[in-house]
């Protein structure tokens, strides 16, 4: 058995934020991370506007002056550049702030951090703590007893859309036309080619790292999680049309994909009386507890924020905090342009060129990033089209994911259904009449 005073539950960009100040303010408390990965890879990234030194600013990968929005069709199709005086946007390699934390967490004598290693089970002892069950190899460590413990861990939640994305990092020897996506190398290209189709809204996310060398990512919101094939067929579809894929003579550096959870909605029995709360002593962290901005998925920021709040509390002797409460105003603007998305994903692409034309990019910034005044949210609201975001003002969430649950079970069924149907067809002998086509109709697309 293990005691500690405090255990991190989840080694990723939260966990170790949290360690890594800990460690750097030479806590006595003895702390401990549980992480499942066996290492740390180069497979995501960060990015974020900045206003001057950070923590990490020695570690950024590349930085904008400009950032732009286009629409599809070309440099003269929507395509709006915006800069802030004072702030750049920056691009974080999350493989180079893992190892700045490990670095930061071996050298500390009190702070230890378990690879490979899962945390089952979490629950109250009698007399007071908490008691962590683990699939350690070493069954003498298998069980951890903590004054207190900070979860990270992902937990099951719908969500109003998802973004999906699946990116590239290539060496393209200056094949890239970034004037055609009305962009230069000083320009962060955070929406450009938005379009929508019978599946939903699209964009592609383009940072050019240097003359010949390029993050380019596909993305789509969409109403449930999309499948990593498909993403990675429709991003190297992309490169292609920008013309550096592979078979143009573009080299893939690296890759990275993942899905956020944009607006979660938590389970309904979560919110029913008698549901099981967490033991005292437990705070949620991460994008489960509120790290990722609802409607952005915006998250680095904020949990280096968090991250430092916690600590300071620790340090003091204090329990652990959790994520600040989202501002009232800011959750409800959210929820009514997540809906109206949702509802209207034909006109995405209006909505977001709207926005980058109409609101000054001060206003825009400081929206994207928590730090709108109400002057901004005036802002916002009069830049876009109001009866779709009028309709949007009844909170529908439950129905709407309720909904997509349901057209994921007929997709699903369908799908058996066209399983089974060759099998069926065969012992018959006979080719599927038009009538036959009628009842059994092709699954819909995922």
């Not at 939260?14 to 303010?25: E, S």
Request: aromatic share 6%; proline share 7%; net charge positive.
């Amino acid at each position: 058995m293990t005691n500690v005073d405090l255990a991190i539950l989840g080694g990723g960009a939260a966990g170790l934020a949290l360690a890594r100040r800990l460690a750097a303010a030479g806590t006595g408390l003895h702390v401990i991370v549980i992480e499942p990965r066996e290492r740390y890879t180069d497979d995501r990234s960060w990015g974020f506007w900045s206003r001057g030194a950070h923590d990490h600013s020695a570690l950024v990968t590349a930085s904008w002056d400009a950032w732009s929005w286009q629409s599809d069709g070309g440099a003269r199709s929507g395509s709006v550049a915006h800069t802030t005086p004072g702030a750049r946007y920056e691009l974080l390699r999350a493989a180079d702030v893992a190892a700045h934390a490990l670095a930061a967490i071996a050298s500390s004598p009190s702070v230890e951090l378990r690879l490979g290693v899962h945390a089952e089970r979490v629950e109250a002892r009698a007399g007071g703590g908490l008691r962590i069950l683990t699939d350690d190899r070493d069954a003498a460590h298998r069980e951890i007893t903590a004054r207190w413990v900070v979860d990270t861990r992902p937990r099951p939640a719908d969500a109003l859309l998802y973004q999906c994305f699946a990116g590239s990092e290539v060496q393209h020897g200056g094949r890239l036309d970034l004037a055609a996506l009305g962009m230069t190398t000083g320009t962060a290209g955070l929406m450009t080619g938005m379009t929508s189709d019978a599946d939903g809204f699209g964009f592609t996310y383009v940072l050019p790292l240097d003359a010949t060398t390029a993050l380019v990512e596909w993305t789509r919101f969409s109403g449930h999680p999309l499948p990593a094939a498909r993403l990675a067929a429709e991003r190297d579809a992309r490169l292609a049309a920008l013309g550096i894929a592979p078979a143009d003579g573009g080299v893939v550096v690296r890759e990275e994909a993942g899905t956020l959870r944009m607006g979660r909605v938590e389970p309904p029995d979560a919110a029913e009386p008698g549901a099981a709360a967490d033991p005292p002593g437990l705070v949620r962290a991460g994008a489960a507890g509120g790290a990722l901005r609802d409607a952005t998925g915006y998250g680095f920021q904020r949990i280096e924020r968090w991250a430092e709040a916690c600590a300071a509390a620790l340090l003091r002797g204090e329990p652990p905090v959790a994520h600040p409460e989202e501002p009232w105003a800011r959750r409800q603007m959210d929820r009514i342009f997540l809906q109206a998305l949702r509802a209207h994903p034909e006109r995405a692409p209006e909505f977001f060129t709207a926005l980058a034309r109409r609101v000054p990019a001060a206003s825009l910034m400081r929206f994207l990033t928590d730090a709108a005044r109400p002057g901004d949210l005036a802002r916002i609201i009069l830049a876009l089209p109001k009866l779709p975001f009028l309709a949007e003002i009844p909170d529908r969430r439950r129905a709407l994911v309720a909904r997509a649950t349901e057209e994921r079970a007929a997709m699903r069924a369908a799908a058996r259904l066209a399983r089974r149907r060759p099998t069926e067809s065969a012992g018959s002998g006979a080719a599927p009449t038009r009538s036959t086509r009628a009842r059994h109709p092709q699954p819909a697309r995922a």
